[in-house]
């Protein structure tokens, strides 16, 4: 947007309709589809990415994991019981393993494990049943999706509907999947290379909690970079880190070598203490002093998920005010919001 047509809006009294960092930038924030329309569909199938494409979404996001031929799949974790029929299946039942994954033991089958053909004999399923029964309806309908599925499917989308969909992947679990000789970050960035992703202005980013796995990163691919901060804890790959020493001023500075970007969880750019959707944190504003955008994540749209006051009754798996809380969010100034309902995002944001 120029500044011509800024002026021309506030001439007509629109300016205060757009979000208040439009309103200094020119910009939108971005919809980031978390997992796909993943509140209405089970996350990371190739049907949830098209519904949150269909709902407006900019880009869609795909947690990553590698297989054992070191393919690229979407899945939120690499223990996959949670979220496919893997447990249903005799031929698979001496996968069963507990292993330590970022310091933690977990029990399960993990995709490091199964070859790609084996992984799509696999379906998918709704992790949240109790939260999103309706999801359930969908259990067994899909199998699990490369990136290069999810990749194709941004592009043919992308031309159909005369819009860009970006990607947004996530590497999971970094450290260990280059400790068991899969790393991650040369496998994304060939990928990203053969779909012809690999310039600063690809509509990409690629983000990971681990700051080596980015800085590695960097030096395989220029398309930009995000780097991912919890409210609480440190990251797995630096040992004592601390997430809270990444938000100061320098934190910040140190991370803009390295990164475009920002992704932190709600409460870093609200204070919801109190149970309270409160004012800002200064996040946002000394973010964007470093040069870095801020996109946060998750918004959703359950009362299970959201402040008590936005909650409506009881229920927690009936929706309560999410709009509030992405006017809110909207209002602190941020670039971006993952949703797992990306239509309320972009309704609240304003047009497609
Ligand atoms: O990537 C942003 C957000 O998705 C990080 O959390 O656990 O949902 O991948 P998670
Ligand atoms: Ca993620």
Not at 125 to 142: H, Q, S, V
Not at 158 to 179: C, L, N, Q, W
Not at 275 to 296: C, S
Request: aromatic share 6%; hydrophobic share 40%; proline share 7%.
């Amino acid at each position: 947007m120029t500044g011509l047509t800024r002026r021309a809006l506030a001439a007509a009294g629109l300016a205060a309709a757009l979000p208040a960092h439009a309103q200094v930038t020119g910009k939108r924030p971005l919809v980031i589809a978390h997992r796909g329309a993943s509140g209405q569909l089970p996350e990371h199938t190739l049907s949830c990415y098209l519904l949150a494409i269909q709902q407006g979404a900019d880009y869609i996001e795909p947690d990553l994991v590698v297989t054992k031929d070191g393919i690229l799949v979407a899945r939120h974790e690499n223990e996959i019981s949670a979220t496919t029929d893997v447990a249903d299946k005799p031929n698979f039942a001496r996968r069963k393993k507990t292993k330590t994954i970022d310091g933690k033991p977990v029990e399960g089958w993990f995709v490091e494990d199964f070859t790609l053909a084996e992984l799509k004999t696999l379906r998918a399923r709704e992790r949240l049943p109790k939260i999103r029964p309706a999801n359930a309806k969908y259990d067994g309908n899909e199998a699990i999706p490369t990136f290069h599925q999810i990749v194709e499917l941004a592009r043919v989308e992308s031309a159909k509907a005369k819009r860009t969909i970006g990607v947004y992947p996530e590497m999971k679990h970094p450290s260990y999947f280059r400790s068991i000789g899969l790393a991650l970050e040369p496998r994304l960035a060939a990928a990203l290379k053969t779909q012809s992703l690999d310039s600063r202005s690809s509509p990409v980013f690629v983000q990971s909690f681990e700051p080596e796995s980015l800085r590695r990163f960097r030096r395989l691919s220029p398309v930009r970079r995000v780097q991912l901060i919890a409210a609480e804890g440190g990251p797995a790959d630096e040992k004592g880190a601390r997430y809270a020493d990444m938000l100061t001023p320098a934190g910040l500075k140190a991370i803009k070598a390295y990164a475009d970007g920002i992704g932190v969880e709600l409460p870093l750019v609200l204070n919801l203490d109190d149970g309270a959707v409160g004012p800002p944190t200064p996040l946002v504003a000394n973010a964007h002093a470093a040069g870095l955008q801020v996109h946060a994540w998750t918004v959703r749209a359950e009362n299970h998920f959201l402040p008590a006051n936005l909650r409506r009754g009881t229920a927690p798996d009936a929706y309560g005010d999410v709009h509030s809380l992405l006017r809110a969010l909207y209002a602190a100034g941020i670039d971006g919001v993952f949703s797992d309902f990306p239509w309320v995002a972009v309704q609240v944001r304003g047009g497609k």
